[in-house]
Structures are given as C-alpha cells and as structure tokens.
T-cell receptor
Framework: ETGVTQSPTHLIKTRGQQVTLRCSSQ?????VSWYQQALGQGPQFIFQ???????GRGNFPPRFSGLQFPNYSSELNVNALELDDSALYLC??????????????FGPGTRLTVL | AQSVTQLGSHVSVSEGALVLLRCNYS??????LFWYVQYPNQGLQLLLK??????LVKGINGFEAEFKKSETSFHLTKPSAHMSDAAEYFC????????????FGSGTRLQVQP
C-alpha cells in the first residue's frame, strides 16, 4: 500500500509569485484535504476535494485554489503569495463512504518559504 | 462549531515516567476524536482515534486515550515514556455534520529527559 506523497519537499518563492503544490493520495482513497500549518501552530483546514469537486472550504481567500484529478491526486495553487503564506502545507487522503469516520492520512508536507 | 483546546504547549517528563497530554473539545454533536503525532520536519502520523463504542482507545507505540463525554475530554496517556516519544502531539475533532474537516488543537510538545 502506497502512502500519501507530496512534492516538492521545500520551496522558496518571492512575494507576489504563484506556486503549485502536488499530492498523490494513498492507494484506494478518493478524497484529498489540504491544511496549512504555520510555525508553532496546529494545521488549519484549507479545502477538501471529493471526486474532483470541492467538498468544503476553510477560511482562506480565493487566491488559494485546488484541483483533483481522475486518479484522485491533487494540486494546491496559491496566487499572489504573501509573507504570511510561509508555512508547511499538508495533504491528507481518506476514503469517503467507508463508514469508518473517513480517517485522514497525512503526507510529509511541503515547506513553503515566501521572501 | 467545533473546537479543541490542548492544555500545556510544552510538557516535560523523565524517561520511564507517565505521559499525560490533555485535550478538551467543544462540539454540539457526537464527535470523532483523533490524536496525531508529528516528528521534526515530518507530516502527521495517526496515533489513535475514537469513533463510537468503547471509550478507552488503544493506539500505536503504547499510547491510549479515554473519551469522557461528561468532561468533554480525550486525554492521551502512556504509562512509561521513551526517548523516542519526544515529538509534537495534536488532538483533533471531526463531526459528521457539515464540512468533513479536522479541527486541530494548537499542539503539545513533549520532551523526554534521560
């Protein structure tokens, strides 16, 4: 069974630029959730995708957008980067409809630094 | 709305001592509760979860947690700390209504002294 993978591991961007982060979900999972974890804080929910549709969104502005592909992998796009976007971005996959609370399994994260 | 409060941002114990990490939640509907561990520069690993049924839940690495509805708590314990337990621990809550996202606490950093 393949776990959740994310790429790249680290990324440095400058303010105003755009960034795309990628996530491959665990084998058999159909749902991907993205979280932002600022330094010293718990993860904050950005949004979730189920069967290629957005299935819920947290308190993040529209410049945070995403996609889910037919193979259930996903992308997180952030436009007009701000310094406060510097964080660890975590992807989690789960199986919606398994009847067992849709437990989320996390990838190792992408560390984004905005200068 | 649901929320999680983790009391104590830092906890330090001696190797072999009891580990107790506190978590209180707020939820208007029956919650699902989770503990995750995060080692430095890594993602989150699921330790254990409470769904329904038995209120004492056993997880990996010797950890367990007890769901106490009357106290709205889900504290994490381990009888004997090991040096390898040093990490950040996050409590999280999810419900079956509305958005199926996890709401996390702010985390507790566990230090284990030799």
């Amino acid at each position: 069974e393949t776990g959740v993978t994310q790429s790249p591991t680290h990324l440095i961007k400058t303010r105003g630029q755009q960034v795309t982060l990628r996530c491959s979900s665990q084998s058999g999972h159909n749902t991907v959730s993205w979280y932002q974890q600022a330094l010293g804080q718990g993860p904050q929910f950005i949004f979730q995708y189920y069967r290629e549709e957005e299935n819920g969104r947290g308190n993040f502005p529209p410049r945070f957008s995403g996609l889910q592909f037919p193979n259930y992998s996903s992308e997180l796009n952030v436009n007009a980067l701000e310094l406060d976007d510097s964080a660890l971005y975590l992807c989690a996959s789960s199986l919606t409809g398994d009847g067992i609370t849709d437990t989320q399994y996390f990838g190792p994260g992408t560390r984004l630094t905005v200068l | 709305a649901q929320s999680v409060t983790q009391l104590g941002s830092h906890v330090s114990v001696s190797e072999g001592a009891l580990v107790l990490l506190r978590c209180n939640y707020s939820s208007s509907v029956p919650p699902y509760l989770f503990w995750y561990v995060q080692y430095p520069n890594q993602g989150l690993q699921l330790l254990l979860k409470y769904t329904t049924g038995a209120t004492l839940v056993k997880g990996i690495n010797g950890f367990e947690a007890e769901f106490k509805k009357s106290e709205t708590s889900f504290h994490l314990t381990k009888p004997s700390a090991h040096m390898s337990d040093a990490a950040e621990y996050f409590c999280a809550v999810r419900t079956d209504t509305g958005r199926r996202a996890l709401t996390f606490g702010s985390g507790t950093r566990l230090q284990v002294q030799p």
